[in-house]
């Protein structure tokens, strides 16, 4: 099983500022990785596909980076609405899709 | 617009059995694999099984294996989660969600099973 490692558990930003989030697979995914937002009592929302793409929906200042086993995502100019849990996750391996634990994002 | 919507959930006993269902609208349902995938506090986000658009491949995780059925309708839009032999650890929110070549893009709103005596 391929392990996702977030850091940090928690990140602390001011409205406006910049959020660095990172993500790291325990093997090669290439670029097979997706970032998720979740709300509280919401279902994870997809963000980022193939490690850079925006899905429909998500804002510019959401951008990823990566490939092979290390990964970012850049929220610039964070939204009030930004802030959430975020989660990366590997589709390489399929079915067996893995996730990380989770990046809290708060204010 | 796509909409998956959990319904099923509840509180049953150790070794009881629960059905989930998941109405799928928005899109042609009988095109797409579809996944449950489940959310613990503990485990966070972990993929418990797999269906393919017509049936012929259905996969489970292995702490579910011999337990669950995973199950589609695809004239009614419905997938299905037939949950046997539950244990604790098995308690969870439940998402159907459906599957792409670049991830789950779209969840339902997931529905809570809570394993207790």
């Known amino acids: 099983e391929i392990v996702m490692t977030q850091s940090p558990a928690t990140l602390s930003v001011s409205p406006g500022e910049r959020a660095t989030l990172s993500c790291r697979a325990s093997q090669s995914v290439s670029s097979n990785l997706a970032w998720y937002q979740q709300k509280p009592g919401q279902a994870p929302r997809l963000l980022i596909y193939?490690?850079?793409t925006r899905a429909t929906g998500t804002p510019a200042r959401f951008s990823g980076s990566g490939s092979g086993t290390e990964f970012t995502l850049t929220v610039n100019s964070l939204q009030s609405e930004d802030f959430a849990v975020y989660y990366c996750q590997q589709y390489y391996n399929w079915p067996t899709w893995t996730f990380g634990q989770g990046t809290k994002v708060e204010i | 617009e796509v909409e998956l919507v959990e319904s099923g959930g509840g509180l049953v006993q150790p070794g009881g059995s629960l059905r989930l269902s998941c109405a799928a609208s928005?899109?042609?349902?009988?095109?797409?694999?579809m996944n449950w995938v489940r959310q613990t506090p503990g485990k966070g986000l972990e993929w418990v099984s797999y269906i393919g658009s017509r049936s012929d491949t259905i996969l489970y995780a292995d702490s579910v294996k011999g337990r669950f059925t995973i199950s589609r309708d695809n004239a009614k839009n419905s997938l299905y989660l037939q949950m046997n032999s539950l244990r604790d650890e098995d308690t969870a929110v439940y998402y159907c969600?459906?599957?792409?070549?670049?991830?789950?893009?779209?969840w339902g709103q997931g529905t809570l099973v809570t394993v207790s005596s």
């Open positions: 969600a459906r599957a792409t070549i670049h991830g789950y893009d779209n």
């Open positions: 193939g490690a850079s």
């Open positions: 928005g899109f042609t349902f009988s095109s797409y694999g």
